[in-house]
């Protein structure tokens, strides 16, 4: 971020801008110091900056070339064309300096938008199409996000589907408590964390990038909340603000006391949080978008389908290929690698 001369500038831009979304910005670049980061900025004729892209970039070992990822960008009208063209354009310059084989990105925007695919076909992106698994894409594909502009939170409590409702007010009937941690406290989100991993068989980060995330975001944008049962923490949450909207980033359960529901409870608090901070959305993060009861993922779908929010499908990672032979060589030792360590595993647990 050597680069950015003023950093003000640019986080004040993003929280305006209706797009605005933690990944892109400068809080999250010094979270992700294992990647390089350039800001691709485009101004109006008087100075003002109408649009921003946060890049990361990662050089590859042996290949001594980068990769670059704008995670969630752009930030701008998405529906300017002028913009979009001119940050495309400082992408270029900067995959230039670098010398970067590829340039992708997933954009905040539905897949819907027939205007924006329009003008990104235009500009030259290429698209990833036919997604069979969330494990093939970086940030999530489908998510609920939950409006709550202009809503009370007993207008919102009555939206939810009546399971929904029932679960939250049971889990404070039965003496479940909640409170806003503090970063001592996030040893035992941690710990937490491990335990749901280990039992629904996913990775979790070391405790120093929880440390990480919650030093760099500051407490204007993190909370850690935790919900508790006779003392003893049970679940725990790790939500994002930025700008017009609240993300759930981490969560986890112990396997102690999970039919007292404390995961409902923690996530209306979320949802208040949104609602007392003036934001607009509530953002529940991912979700399978493959809606049959047989997916492995359903039963979180259908936990976060309880809140009654809009699904949402994103748009396709985009990319832009620079080096074609070295992204093709790139791709096969990422298919092998993958291959390799599925196999790993799979010999690990016998």
Known sequence: MSNIKNEEEI?????????????????????????????????????????????LLRKVPIFNRYIMYAPRGFVCDEHDKETLVKLTEEAKKIAKKYKAFIFRLDPDISKDDEEFKNIIK????????????????????????????????????ASFHSKTRYNIRLATKKGVTTREGTKEDLKAFHEIMKTTGSRDEFFIRPLSYFEKIYDSMGEEHIKLIIAEYEGKPISAVLPIKYGNKVWYLYGGSS?????????????WEM???????????????????????????????????????????????MYIVFNPVMNTIFNISQTVYRKV??????????
């Open 255 to 267: 396997n102690e006391h999970r039919n007292l529901m404390p995961n409902y409870l923690l996530q």
């Open 122 to 157: 235009d500009l030259g992106y290429k698209t990833k199409n036919n997604i069979k698994s969330i494990n093939q894409v970086i940030q999530p594909k489908y998510v609920f996000r939950l409006n709550v502009k202009d809503r009370t939170e007993d207008e919102l409590l």
């Open 341 to 350: 360590t599925n196999l790993r595993d799979k010999i690990i647990k016998k």
């Open 11 to 55: 986080r004040n831009f993003i929280e305006k801008n209706k797009r605005a979304h933690f990944l892109q910005s400068p809080e999250w670049a010094k979270v992700k110091t294992d990647w390089e980061n350039e800001y691709a900025i485009v101004r109006d004729e008087n100075g003002q900056i109408k649009g921003i892209m946060s890049i």
């Open 271 to 317: 949802i208040k949080w949104a609602k007392e901070s003036g934001c607009d959305i509530y953002d529940f993060r991912g979700v399978s978008g493959f809606k049959s009861e047989n997916d492995q993922q359903y039963g979180v779908y259908k936990f976060k389908k309880g809140f009654n929010g809009d699904f949402v499908e994103f748009m396709d990672e």
